[in-house]
């Protein structure tokens, strides 16, 4: 089955440095990826469409310039929250689209655990 | 019985006994719904998914039912187990927008042996 494999599962950072997540589609080839962020006990919330040789498309009340998004290729998104504070800390998860299969259901990665000290 | 905590709502419901957990979906336009059941720590997992066109679709042990009339899904299990004990989210996904798929808010599903 297609596998999104997300790296690191957890992380622990310093108020004010940066954390890069990456996500990557193992066995096929994902020109659309797309990030979320879920707080304890809530659902998943739409961060952003990130876009195989294009900008990332943010969702409303997303800062673009604190959650920096490249998608280097058809296989690799990553996700990088810049000066993070403690209000960044949550689970972030990405998921991709097949591009073999675009209207079949996405796959996840489980997920990175960010805490902001 | 179903209750409504502070945040998800929750499900308790006896081993062997069928299961349905309900949600209502918010955007007339979206033409395919998805089930995940999501488990501690984890990222989501498919479970079952149902077109707009459709009004049923069944799977092992589980079934999806869609009202678009009231924009309502629900999701059905049969005969629960305690593996089952996640939190299920339903999804919708429109054509139009960069096909985004959009979560409900998820009901947390506890199964009693």
């Known amino acids: 089955g297609a596998v999104v494999s997300q790296h690191p599962s957890w992380v622990i950072c310093k108020s004010g440095t940066s954390v890069k997540i990456e996500c990557r589609s193992l066995?096929?080839?994902?020109?659309?990826m797309f990030w979320y962020r879920q707080f304890p006990k809530q659902s998943l919330m739409l961060m952003a469409t990130?876009?195989?040789?294009?900008?990332?498309?943010?969702e409303q009340g997303v800062e673009k310039d604190k959650f920096l998004i490249n998608h280097a290729s058809l296989t690799l998104s990553t996700l990088t929250v810049t000066s993070a504070h403690p209000e960044d800390s949550s689970f972030y998860i990405c998921?991709?689209?097949?591009?073999?299969?675009?209207?079949?259901?996405?796959?996840f990665g489980n997920g990175t655990r960010l805490t902001v000290t | 019985g179903e209750s409504v905590g502070l945040h998800l709502p929750t499900l308790s419901v006896q081993e062997g006994d069928n299961s349905i957990i309900n949600c209502a979906y918010s955007?007339?336009?979206?033409?395919?719904f998805i089930w995940y059941k999501q488990e501690s720590g984890k990222g989501p997992q498919f479970i079952i998914d149902?077109?707009?066109?459709?009004d049923k679709r069944q799977g092992q042990r589980v079934t999806v039912l869609l009202n678009k009339t009231v924009k309502h899904l629900s999701l059905q299990i049969a005969a629960t187990q305690p593996g089952d004990s996640a939190v299920y989210f339903c999804?919708?996904?429109?054509?139009?927008?960069?096909?985004?798929?959009?979560f409900g808010a998820g009901t947390r599903l506890f199964v009693k042996a």
């Open positions: 955007n007339s336009a979206s033409d395919y």
């Open positions: 066995d096929f080839q994902a020109t659309t």
């Open positions: 999804a919708e996904r429109g054509n139009t927008g960069g096909f985004k798929t959009i």
């Open positions: 149902i077109r707009s066109n459709m």
């Open positions: 998921s991709a689209r097949d591009d073999r299969a675009r209207n079949s259901p996405l796959h």
């Open positions: 990130s876009n195989e040789g294009s900008k990332a498309t943010y």
